[in-house]
């Protein structure tokens, strides 16, 4: 019911910028909180940024003050825009969101995940 699509990830060097996007696209009725995570190998998947519908931001420690999360309401779309990169920040980065959709006449809230994108940080 709801199709997550994270584009922008590549090679960098340690100090450069990248910036994500995550287009939702699908028969959902809303849009909650939608946010981004990482798995880096042999790491547990973390989450990076979060946003609330009403807009209200957190971070990791980790990428505070570094990352910024916003989002495109109109589109649909959830952006990370990632400045001074490191290397610890290589990983495979997900987009997530909670959305309610309709199923049989109700609507229920689901939790919904992109493919990934691949984001590396090396000289």
């Known amino acids: 019911q709801v199709q997550l699509v994270e584009s922008g990830g590549g090679l960098v060097q340690p100090g450069g910028s990248l910036r994500l996007s995550c287009a939702a696209s699908g028969s959902f009725f809303s849009i909650a909180a939608m946010g981004w995570y990482r798995q880096a190998p042999g790491k547990q998947r973390e989450l990076v940024a979060g946003?609330?519908?009403?807009?209200?931001?957190n971070y990791a420690d980790s990428v505070k003050g570094r990352f910024t999360i916003s989002r495109d309401y109109a589109k649909n779309t959830l952006y990370l825009q990632m400045n001074s990169l490191k290397p610890e920040d290589t990983a495979v980065y997900y987009c997530n969101c909670n959305a309610d959709v309709w199923d049989l006449g109700t609507l229920r809230r689901g939790d919904y995940w992109g493919q990934g994108t691949q984001v590396t940080v090396s000289s």
């Open positions: 946003i609330t519908r009403s807009g209200s931001a």
